[in-house]
């Protein structure tokens, strides 16, 4: 059964920067989308970054220009670069792979704090 880990979270300072990778722990056939996503306490899950196999993306309003996203097909890692990171990024992000299935990663906690 294919999961995907998710690394790099933590606690880091308002405008530090951290690099979140989420790599899929067996091969997934076609991917149509990798994605990252979060959701904050009391909030719903919102989009972050999505990365189509054909090399688009789309990113949230709020992280445009702070985050990349980016992978390494080769094996199956999505990668989410977050620089000038706020306090209102704080949150718990997960990873998404969408081929014929979904697969989402166990999440990892970003704080951003002073």
């Known amino acids: 059964q294919v999961q995907l880990v998710e690394s790099g979270g933590g606690l880091v300072q308002p405008g530090g920067s951290l690099r979140l990778s989420c790599a899929a722990s067996g091969r997934i056939v076609a991917i149509n989308t990798m994605g990252w996503y979060r959701q904050a306490p009391g909030k719903q899950r919102e989009t972050v970054a999505v990365l189509t196999i054909g090399g688009s993306t789309n990113y949230a309003g709020s992280v445009k220009g702070r985050f990349t996203i980016s992978r390494d097909s080769a094996k199956n890692t999505v990668y989410l670069q977050m620089n000038n990171l706020k306090p209102e990024d704080t949150a718990v992000y997960y990873c998404?792979?969408?081929?014929?299935?979904?697969?989402w990663g166990q999440g990892t906690q970003v704080t951003v704090s002073s």
């Open positions: 998404n792979f969408l081929s014929g299935f979904e697969f």
